[in-house]
């Protein structure tokens, strides 16, 4: 067959434990991309999240320019879901090309800023997680 | 033309069940090329069982997390099957290894669970 010119050709996959009701984690950790290039914006298209003990919201959230850390003030939301115990969600954030979702969301990088997987819950009990990622760098 | 025009699809009926975690060897990678996948059912009649695809590394054959990557992953409930779609009308690439005739591509399940639990499971792919 022809050679494939995916549109979203990087992905990052990972899993964890989240154990309070509010925790950040850093999508670079997981192999991928952290900081986001200079010069340079993620164009994010798909992602899939698992909730495997318990409910959880899943948040997707760049940094804004400038910033660096994982908190509400210093990010943008961009993607969510809330995802029930045991059940998956297959997050699109493209929409067919109708949905242009970059990072960073008013331009490019400046070399500080990261994407952020934010992860809530109801409880403080140990809960595993899974994610998938898909996208490019413009 | 169908582009994913070869499927593996398993197990036999009441042949196998999932504990906390199996490894099902997908088989060998074709040397000198790599498996393009299009679409997976998975299907869990009994329990809640996540399905990653995972291929070897290269010049690695082992089913173990160390010698594999992730490709793809899903949390299919008790009684549920779910059709995941790898393809995205061709906007993402979801593909093993290039292989260099060692390589194999498996199908890792998991549960949360250690009863036994039945599941299915149907690929469809093509040789890139």
Known sequence: MADMNPLFNIFYSGSGVTTTKDDWYDLGYYGGISPIPTGRQMFLGYVVTIAEDKNLIFEIRPNIIGQSTGTIANTILRGYAAVQSGLSDPGDLYNNGYVNTLAPITGVSTGVEKLWLRVRSGSNVAGAFDFMVYYNLL | ?128
């Open chain 2, 1 to 128: 033309m169908a582009i994913f025009n070869l499927n593996i699809s398993g197990p036999p009926p009441g042949s196998l069940t999932v504990g906390a975690s199996l490894w099902i060897d997908l088989g060998l990678i074709t040397s000198g090329k790599d498996f393009f996948i299009g679409n997976g059912k998975w299907t869990s009649p009994d329990k809640t069982i996540i399905f990653s695809l995972r291929t070897n590394n290269l010049t690695k054959s082992a089913g173990t997390t160390t010698d594999t990557t992730q490709i793809s992953t899903y949390s299919v409930a008790a009684g549920k099957s779910y059709l995941q779609d790898l393809y995205k009308s061709g906007r993402i690439h979801t593909a093993t290894v290039k292989s260099t005739g060692v390589e194999h591509w498996w199908l890792l399940l998991t549960s949360k669970s250690s009863t036994a639990g039945s599941f299915m499971y149907n690929i469809n792919y093509c040789l890139e």
